[in-house]
């Protein structure tokens, strides 16, 4: 099952609209782990539309250059994660954190450090630092590194501006196991019957003598087209069954409805001749998405020291198709000793620097109504000071 905190941030003075990334990329890294032994890890998680062989990849550490190496032959498909663990872990994980992908020993340095992750050729594709750049060799870190966290937190991803220090915010590991491959296979009969051959869905092939790629479908806030082509020999005519949708050409397009809720689907594939019919099953499972919308803005609040501004007019959706629990973080204001609660009816959470759950549970497609309370201290400094408040949501448990 794969899960994804994904983020909207409201801006102080701006709106930060973050560039969609295009590649692996680090997702989290649990670096000071409440049982040091066993217990670190670096998650990668692959944002492009196309799978990524990441074989001979390797985690680099202050402590070695190839602190922990992907084994040949591993594919990560897309929007997929892929957790590298401490040797261990699956002694010493707690029960609802996922079995890890690849276990191998990890010296990760706990303070000023950071991890780096390298093809295999050596080249850099991403980096997260953390503590003070002055401190810590340059390919450990984008930018400017992520402030320190505290034991057992981890640093998660929420945007792709290429600055460590925006781009990631702690918070509790939140580690959600990835979804199961459906594996099909064809064979191909010398004979005058039908015969279906290979199939893609958006272009991804779902069935293959040489491909094991399961059939993942991630729905979005919207309905969306899911094209699935029929290959074969023989195929007189081919009708495709999905979801009590029936449509008949080897090309076939079908409506994926927003918000369908996670879950395996049956596709059927019939391809017919005069000399009988191929009938080919599959699974569809469609994977559990996480999303947010946000609607209003900060934009130019003028403060008194000593006193309080509230922002009315903050609306947060649901957009995936899971139950989620909403938390938000604080960052920014450098310099500013500033107090920025989060509203709702007779309920206030004050926010910091680490994802603070809001004690709300979302179901798909509800909103949630929320203020932001910004006070400032007396004898705080005339300026302008910029930040952001990001909303987070995780799967509700």
Request: without cysteine; negative net charge; hydrophobic residues 45%.
């Amino acid at each position: 099952m794969l899960m994804k905190t994904k983020n909207i941030a409201v801006v102080l003075a701006w709106l930060v609209i973050s560039p969609i990334a295009q590649s692996v990329v680090i997702q989290q890294v649990l670096y000071d782990a409440e049982e040091e032994a066993g217990q670190e890890f670096v998650q990668l998680v692959n944002e492009q539309n196309e799978p990524v062989d990441i074989g001979f990849w390797t985690i680099s550490t202050k402590s070695f250059v190839r602190d922990a190496t992907v084994p040949n032959g591993t594919w990560l498909q897309p929007r997929e994660s892929y957790l590298i663990a401490d040797a261990g872990w699956s002694a010493s994980k707690p029960a609802e954190w996922p079995v890890a992908d690849h276990e191998e020993s990890l010296s990760i340095v706990n303070d000023d450090s950071g991890v780096a992750l390298r093809d295999a050729q050596g080249a850099i594709i991403d980096a997260l630092g953390w503590g003070n750049a002055s401190r810590m060799d340059a390919s450990f870190y984008r930018g400017v590194p992520a402030d320190d966290v505290g034991e057992g937190f981890a640093l998660h991803r929420i945007a792709f501006t290429d600055e460590n220090a925006f781009d990631f915010v702690p918070g509790e590991p939140f580690i959600i196991d990835r979804a199961v491959d459906v594996d099909a296979s064809v064979e191909v009969e010398e004979d005058r019957s039908p015969h279906i051959g290979q199939v893609t869905m958006n272009g991804l092939i779902i069935n293959s003598p040489t491909s094991n790629s399961a059939a993942r479908l991630s729905p979005g806030p919207e309905p969306a087209l899911v094209e699935i082509d029929v290959a074969g020999e023989r195929l007189d005519e081919v009708e495709v069954r999905f979801r009590e949708q029936v449509v008949r050409g080897s090309s076939s397009e079908f409506i994926l409805p927003a918000m369908l809720p996670p879950g395996t689907y049956p596709l059927r594939v019939i391809g017919r001749n005069p000399s009988g019919e191929d009938i080919r099953d599959f699974n569809v499972t469609v994977l559990p998405v996480i999303a947010l919308s946000v609607e209003g803005a900060i934009d130019g609040v003028r403060i008194v020291p000593g006193n309080r501004s509230v922002v009315k007019g903050i609306t947060v959706r649901n957009l995936g198709n899971v139950p989620v629990d909403i938390g938000a973080v604080v960052s920014g204001l450098r310099g500013l000793s500033a107090s920025v609660d989060v509203v709702m009816g007779s309920r206030d959470r004050r926010l910091s620097s680490k994802v603070e759950l809001l004690g709300s549970i979302l179901q798909p497609n509800a909103t949630l109504s929320v203020q932001l309370a910004i006070a400032v201290p007396k004898g705080a400094k005339k300026g302008k000071y910029d930040g952001k408040v990001s909303f987070t949501a995780r799967a509700a448990r």
